[in-house]
């Protein structure tokens, strides 16, 4: 990281007796957030950047230009493109105050913003301004952009989409507001040893966060653990109150989350845990310097990292403490803070629709029953009538293990009073089920929030159905999946409740941030307006037939790859082949995503030449790009990290398929990466076993960027094949019926050892430690969990998924026809624009409306 002045361009004077600078006039006024009048944003000239620039570098940073480092010019750029943010900030708010316009709180453990220093420029229109800005300065604005540390505030799709979201509900003008946690560490850094996955702290906060603004004086309490009591207040009424034995206090800090180049700027409010009293003097005077910082270090724990390890009690107990120490804060503060102090709160489903997406930000619902029925001194049935109208439900999994259960034992330790509001929830929920199916005792049980085995312990996903006005799942196939086999019941007590919202991505940030190539050859096609209305991208279809356009449509995917393969070499020491098909499996590593299927295949490859089996010539040049972490705890997915690596090592070092054959597995995949690697993949690897994927995002992401998909018909696979044709997608392996069937019968994998000479030389060749210096026992749980287990049928579809990559290799071999096949992708794939999923949230869940 760089220390060193400016170059040489840069003006060797102080900022303030620069005559350059001299006459930009007074600071504009801002009025105070608590105005009624309008807020004035700073002028959007070059000139007026420069000002704004050089006063946070001189009085934000304390440096004068001559003597800044590239990160002071980093800070300083960025808090002056804020302060154009921040004026829209206040103007958005003091509309809504104004309109008292229903709200949508969006409720997630995780938000993968990426870098929002271009997000920022693009939002405001304000690229060309820096630029020019800076370079008045003598700084080049590729430097500055490349000195920002991405958040560390999420995982994979999940936290991916909620930053989509709150993307769209600004572009599209909807008052909203994300809530979560502001993670101290984040998710880890993957870093690689001998091939291995090693975590390291994300120190993404080290050199300071200009994205955000802290506002401690609405801190909000958090109580834990301590008792409940009964007793009777002024009328008479007989009423419980829970008195906690400790508390935290919450922080807010605001990012700023702008709609693109329409003057609106939403709100991402992210929390950290403090102690409420972090520091006793009298102990630490007594030399207990530890007991002294104790509350300190219990409440920081809280926001430290994104889920911790919880394969302990504690690691347990800490995910229940950040769970319901958000939900708690965004609950109090949207209570308290956003709605104005006369609110009736009887009309609060007038006024805020929560999104829980996924179980994580469950417990939000005793919460809410508790403000209302504790605090606020509301009767049960009216307060209850009052949440079941004020939440909606996504559900993000198809794999039970996946379904959150908390023992009662821990919520009861943890959070006394929720417990008790919950056994009330479902005692009045199982009266209805029995009035509902009379006699059916067995259904009851079933159905109860409550679950006897293997312990007493609470089912989120039903709290939240029970609670929640509407329930989605987030793909066709997968909300058909959700109300037949995992909450059958729910859906036949209350079919309405069920509905289908497709996931979506935004294109402002992964096609016109991340494929400015492709996006203006989009452009000088079709025109401008498409970036907020992606259907116009089926105006690229005749394009499809156009020679010349296909020409320049493989330039850009060319020129994509130069770019990808600098980064990988500058990033990582990886240099990449040129003139190879890009085949790129980028995702969460689980085994029901089924990497190892994709091994398999490049083992299969390698085996074909080193035995003679093949000409060199007769394979397809092939660069195979991994990305993925794995979960600390999840054993069997590090050791399919160690085999992909050590695999990736033998292949590259081996001059028989030099030229042919290469594997990249660049550590610690994020979107900033993604955003250079997406627009330079030609295959997407989408290869789940059907029936498990819920929908997936980079599916997506890879389709609107040129690259066609080899998948299953799982999760959004099946409406991208549905959507860009079969033609033009390259499906393989078992459907969802069929992997039921199959298992029904007794799935034998063995078999499909024993009867495929292919598989059976590929999985031969790992065993014998080929790819890991002899060692067979570094790869014994691997193989034997594939011919013994293989609970997610690797073995069953890798025949039918070796048939396709031979389709793949047909149709890339003819450039006119992949490249008719990846524009196809581009123009069609405009369904899944986030936009288009939160159109669907709006009419079928929110019933909000946009505003101005």
């Known amino acids: 990281m760089s220390t060193q002045p400016a170059g040489s361009a840069a003006p060797q004077m102080s900022d303030e007796s620069n005559p350059r600078f001299a006459s930009y006039g007074p600071e504009l006024p801002v ?53 154009y943010l921040m004026a829209q900030w206040l103007e958005t708010q003091r509309r809504q105050r104004e309109t008292q316009a229903k709200s949508v709180a969006y409720l997630s453990a995780e938000y993968l913003l990426g870098r929002q220093f271009d997000n920022a420029l693009l939002a405001t229109g304000l690229t060309d301004t820096v630029e020019k800005g800076l370079a008045a300065c003598g700084i080049d604005i590729d430097v500055v952009r490349a000195q920002e540390i991405e958040p560390g505030l ?106 693109y180049q329409n003057g609106r700027v939403n709100t991402l409010r992210l929390w950290s845990a403090v102690a409420t009293q972090s520091f006793d003097l009298a102990i630490f005077n007594s030399g207990d310097y530890t007991a ?75 919460e809410l029953m508790r403000v209302l029925v504790d605090d606020r001194g509301m009767a049960w049935d009216e307060a209850w009538a009052i949440t079941q109208q004020c939440f909606a439900y996504t559900c993000h999994t198809l794999l039970p293990e996946a379904l959150e259960v908390w023992p009662t034992e821990l919520l009861g330790k943890l959070l006394p009073r929720h417990l008790e509001i919950i056994y009330r929830i479902n005692d009045e929920f199982l009266a209805e089920v029995r009035k509902t199916f009379p006699g059916d005792e067995l259904k009851a049980r079933n159905m109860s929030i409550i679950a006897e085995y293997p312990e007493r312990s609470v089912r989120m996903a039903y709290l939240a159905t029970v609670a929640g006005a509407k329930v989605n799942g987030v793909a066709e196939l997968h909300s058909q999946l959700l109300r037949d086999k995992v909450l059958p019941d729910f859906s036949a007590m209350w079919p309405e409740k069920f509905t289908n919202v497709t996931n979506g991505v935004t294109p402002r940030r992964f096609i016109k941030l991340a494929n400015p ?39 850009v995917k060319a020129a994509n790859k130069v770019r990808l393969r ?13 003139d190879a098909m890009l085949d790129v499996m980028v995702k969460r590593l689980h085994e029901y995503k089924r990497q190892l299927l994709k091994v398999l295949h490049i083992v299969a490859l390698y085996d074909l030449v080193v035995s003679g089996q093949a000409k060199i010539e007769d394979i397809t040049p092939r660069t195979f790009v991994f990305g993925a972490k794995a979960a600390p705890g999840y054993r069997m997915a590090k050791e399919i990290i160690h085999l992909i690596n050590r695999v990736a090592e033998t292949v590259n070092n081996d001059p028989r398929v030099d030229g042919r054959l290469a594997v990249a597995f660049p550590p610690n995949y994020n979107v900033t990466l993604a955003e250079t690697l997406i627009p330079a993949a030609d295959l997407s690897e989408q290869i789940s076993l059907a029936g498990k994927e819920a929908s997936g995002t980079g599916n997506m992401k890879f389709a609107l960027n040129g690259a066609l998909t080899i ?48 598989l059976r030389r590929a999985i031969d060749l790992i065993a014998s430690g080929a790819f890991t210096g002899g060692d067979r026992e570094a790869v014994g749980p691997i193989v034997g969990d594939l011919l013994y287990n293989d609970r997610f049928m690797v073995l069953a579809d890798y025949q039918s998924y070796i048939e396709a990559q031979e389709r793949v290799d047909e149709r890339y071999a003819d450039p006119d026809a992949w490249s008719r096949s990846a524009i196809l992708n581009v123009a069609r794939s405009g369904f899944f624009s986030s936009d288009r999923a939160m159109t669907d949230y709006m009419d079928r869940i929110w019933h909000v409306s946009p505003r101005r």
């Not at 802290?214 to 834990?224: D, I, K, L, R, Y």
């Not at 653990?225 to 009777?232: A, C, D, M, N």
């Not at 992997?739 to 499909?752: D, H, T």
Request: overall charge negative.
């Open 517 to 555: 190539l492709l996006s203006t050859l989009i452009t000088d096609t079709i025109g401008v307006g498409w970036l907020n209305d992606l259907e116009r991208l089926r105006e690229l279809e005749p394009y499809a037939e156009d020679p010349e356009f296909r020409a320049s449509f493989r330039e």
């Open 292 to 366: 002294a910082v104790r509350a300190q270090t219990f409440a920081e724990n809280i926001s430290k990292v994104l889920y911790p390890e919880d394969s302990t009690p504690q690691g347990r107990e800490l995910r229940l403490q950040q769970q319901y120490f958000f939900v708690a804060c965004s609950i109090s503060d949207f209570l308290n803070y956003v709605l104005p102090a006369d609110f009736d709160i009887t009309k609060l489903p007038e006024r805020i629709i929560f999104q829980l997406n996924d179980t994580h930000p469950v417990i939000a619902i005793p």
């Open 154 to 259: 999420g995982n994979g799709g999940l936290g991916r989409l909620a930053a989509c979201f709150v993307d769209s509900l600004a572009s599209m003008n909807v008052s909203a507001i994300g809530y979560g946690i502001r993670y101290e560490f984040g998710i880890f850094r993957q870093t690689f040893v001998d091939g291995r996955q090693v975590e390291q702290p994300d120190t993404w906060l080290d050199l300071g966060s200009p994205w955000e603004v802290a506002h401690p004086e609405n801190s909000v309490q958090v109580g834990f653990g301590g008792r409940t009591e009964t007793y009777t207040d002024d009328d008479g009424v007989e009423r419980t109150r829970w008195i906690p034995d400790s508390n935290v206090k919450g922080i807010p800090h605001n990012y700023l989350v702008p709609g």
């Open 31 to 83: 009025t105070s957030p608590l105005a009624l009048g309008p807020v004035v944003s700073p002028p959007h000239t070059v000139e007026g950047f420069v000002k704004e620039f050089l006063h946070e570098l001189n009085y934000g940073q304390g440096v004068a230009l001559s003597r800044s480092s590239v990160n002071d010019q980093y800070l300083a750029s960025a808090r002056a493109v804020r302060s």
């Open 711 to 758: 998948g299953t018909d799982d999760g959004a696979n099946v409406e991208i094949r549905q959507l860009v044709g079969d033609d033009n997608f390259f499906l393989f392996g078992l459907s969802e019926p069929q992997v039921e069937e199959l298992q029904a019968k007794g799935y034998r994998p063995s078999a499909f050892y024993e009867s495929n000479e292919s």
């Open 566 to 578: 600098a980064l990988l070499e500058q990033r990582d020491g990886l240099v990449l082949p040129e």
